[in-house]
């Protein structure tokens, strides 16, 4: 059983730029899709960014030209690099798992982290 672990998450201003991480254990996270997803109170979980086991990406609008996701198989480790925050990127940011190629919706991802709170102020 994979189990996903969150970190890097925070305060931040607008403009800043915030890296979050996603470590996994238990077994190797290479041949699955990866995703990080954001929900915040009230609202439904959304598809922020994910990445193939090719390494093909594929970004929810409201992350194109900000986020960039990444993968490092051999460290077992998913990354999202946030740059030029707005305070509606605040959220808890998920970092999910998926046998589904090119899975931007929340119903494809089956194994989900704790998540790790971004706050942006304005």
């Known amino acids: 059983q994979v189990q996903l672990v969150e970190s890097g998450g925070g305060l931040v201003q607008a403009g800043d730029s915030l890296r979050l991480s996603c470590a996994a254990s238990?077994?190797?996270?290479?041949?699955?899709?990866m995703g990080w997803l954001r929900q915040t109170p009230g609202k439904e979980r959304e598809f922020v960014a994910g990445?193939?086991?090719?390494?093909?990406?594929y970004y929810a609008d409201s992350a194109k030209g900000r986020f960039t996701i990444s993968r490092n198989n051999a460290a077992n480790t998913v990354y999202l690099q946030m740059n030029i925050l707005k305070p509606e990127d605040t959220a808890v940011y998920y970092c999910?798992?998926?046998?589904?190629?090119?899975?931007?919706?929340?119903?494809?991802?089956?194994?989900w982290g704790q998540g790790t709170q971004v706050t942006v102020s304005s």
């Open positions: 238990g077994r190797t996270i290479r041949p699955y899709s």
């Open positions: 999910a798992l998926s046998r589904t190629f090119v899975a931007t919706m929340t119903r494809d991802y089956k194994l």
């Open positions: 990445i193939n086991w090719d390494n093909s990406t």
